[in-house]
T-cell receptor, first 112, second 114 residues
Framework: GDSVTQMEGPVTLSEEAFLTINCTYTATGYPSLFWYVQYPGEGLQLLLKATKADDKGSNKGFEATYRKETTSFHLEKGSVQVSDSAVYFCALRWGGSEKLVFGKGTKLTVNP | DVKVTQSSRYLVKRTGEKVFLECVQDMDHENMFWYRQDPGLGLRLIYFSYDVKMKEKGDIPEGYSVSREKKERFSLILESASTNQTSMYLC?????????????FGPGTRLTVT
């Protein structure tokens, strides 16, 4: 079945460091791909999305590109801030389903 | 502003109790979801509802049931709570169809079963 694999955390970075969180997927067809973020004590919220191959999603300085050839959707940010400390979830949605399939999440801590 | 609310942020119940977790959304969404979140396991779908009185089992429905009598409200029921149901429970909602991608999440209910 469809699945999402994320790099295991936790990830600890200093402020202004470069961030990459790897995400690969297994799915039939061409799913839509998402990154959700969960700040401490809150529910998840959509960070960015891409709906077809080579699309780039971006928001709040974060970017991810839908790579069909490597079945990947890696999250990147050039300069992280303390306020980016959160848990990040990669997810996919196959076109024929209303449901999301989530990765296990990666906890990011950014130190000043 | 879109809003999904859950009845409790923290809940402590005893083994064998019947537990109700309530979720309300104010966005007129057809779809509603219940997930549980556990460290190292991510989010797992318990149940999904695509309309009033309609439901579909998710990946881990055992030990749970749901009720959707009104469009805005989706309840998760633990018929007889057990310690392995100690977890964070997240509710979400969305519009149906290919053009609606985002699920909106509530803040979660942290349930402890002792």
């Amino acid at each position: 079945g469809d699945s999402v694999t994320q790099m295991e955390g936790p990830v600890t970075l200093s402020e202004e460091a470069f961030l990459t969180i790897n995400c690969t997927y297994t799915a039939t067809g061409y799913p839509s791909l998402f990154w959700y973020v969960q700040y401490p004590g809150e529910g998840l919220q959509l960070l960015l999305k891409a709906t077809k191959a080579d699309d780039k999603g971006s928001n709040k300085g974060f970017e991810a590109t839908y790579r069909k050839e490597t079945t990947s959707f890696h999250l990147e940010k050039g300069s992280v801030q303390v306020s980016d400390s959160a848990v990040y979830f990669c997810a996919l949605r196959w076109g024929g389903s209303e449901k999301l399939v989530f990765g296990k999440g990666t906890k990011l801590t950014v130190n000043p | 502003d879109v809003k999904v609310t859950q009845s409790s942020r923290y809940l402590v119940k005893r083994t064998g109790e019947k537990v109700f977790l309530e979720c309300v959304q104010d966005m007129d969404h057809e779809n509603m979801f219940w997930y549980r979140q556990d460290p190292g396991l991510g989010l797992r779908l318990i149940y999904f509802s695509y309309d009033v009185k309609m439901k579909e089992k998710g990946d881990i429905p055992e030990g749970y049931s749901v009720s959707r009598e009104k469009k805005e409200r989706f309840s998760l029921i633990l018929e007889s709570a057990s310690t392995n149901q100690t977890s964070m429970y997240l509710c979400a909602s969305s519009f149906p169809g290919l053009s609606s991608y985002e699920q909106y999440f509530g803040p979660g209910t942290r349930l402890t079963v002792t």
